[in-house]
């Protein structure tokens, strides 16, 4: 049973990445995307929130916080993994800047690539991590489909405008459906992490990593949700490769992992709710 469960889980992952990415592309121009990021004060604070301040509030976490090896690998691994295929759906709920949300989505996957090879082996002497690997799966699940809808979108406005609803509407299904398989499949794992300092661990990484991005979003709300969205939701895909890659012998690096994932997705849904009703009371006001 738990293995037709895994599949369903994998399934709908796969499913929510490629249509999410599809209705952004088809729902926005490559200029939209690009127009943020003109701007360097921006992207120069996001680059410092997502591979400096957050890497750094994930090794502290591991100072502080006695965790297991595994356990403490796996926070520095997900703290050093941006770029997460969940932010343009979070920043829709947040009703945040949907084009900043995928600009700054593409621009921390690229560097998320370069980067984890060049740091990892840093923070954790022994890994080797293949830059090649990483880029092959977030190119084929994320950037590929975001290019498919921004032609189409370019091209045939018509037929975007047909399809964009219905690509969001199953990207809602499929993440719902890969939240209900996921919690069931690592429900005993996360219960396994209480007492380990695991689950407090990551909550604070969360919290943290939150309120960095938030702290460097500037003023407008649109710009400051996705700011804080994005530097909390890291890349679960490459953090997960790399731990499957390098620590398969330690069971605890992806529990890990996956954890700082699972809490993730729940608490930032949460917030990003909570952020779009206070910029709906807001407008309205």
């Given amino acids: 049973m738990s293995e037709v469960i895994t599949v ?82 979070l920043v829709q709920k947040a009703k945040g800047s949907a084009a900043f949300s995928v600009g700054l989505m593409t621009l921390l996957m690229v560097v998320t690539v370069i980067y984890l090879p060049i740091v990892l082996p840093l923070l954790l002497p022994g890994a080797s991590v293949s830059p090649w690997d990483i880029a092959k799966s977030l190119i084929m699940t994320m950037l590929v489909p975001l290019g498919i809808g921004l032609f189409i979108k370019a091209r045939y406005e018509e037929t975007a405008g047909h399809l964009q609803p219905n690509m969001s509407q199953v990207s809602s299904m499929a993440i719902v459906v890969m939240l209900v398989t996921v919690l069931v499949l690592e429900f005993s794992t996360i219960i396994a992490t209480i ?9 604070i990484f969360l919290v943290g990593a939150l309120a960095i991005g938030l702290l460097l979003g500037g003023k407008d709300a649109s710009m400051r949700s996705v700011m804080g969205l994005g530097t909390a939701q890291r890349n679960l895909a490459a953090a997960m490769l790399v731990a499957a890659q390098n620590f398969s012998d330690d069971a605890n690096v992806l529990v890990m992992v996956m954890l700082v994932g699972i809490l993730g997705l729940i608490l930032l849904m949460v917030i990003a709710g909570e952020l779009g009703k206070r910029g709906q009371a807001a407008a309205q006001a």
């Fill in 8 to 89: 369903i889980a994998q399934i709908s992952a796969l499913t929510f990445i490629i249509t999410s990415m599809l209705a952004m592309g088809l729902s926005l121009t490559v200029k939209q995307i690009i127009d943020p990021l003109r701007d360097v004060k921006v992207v120069l604070l996001a680059l410092l929130g997502n591979f400096i301040l957050v890497p750094a509030l994930a090794y502290l976490i591991t100072v502080v916080i006695p965790l297991y090896d595994g356990l403490a690998t796996g926070l520095i691994i997900a703290g050093t993994a941006a770029g997460a295929p969940f932010l343009p759906n």
């Fill in 195 to 203: 007492g380990t300092g695991g689950i407090l661990a990551a909550l």
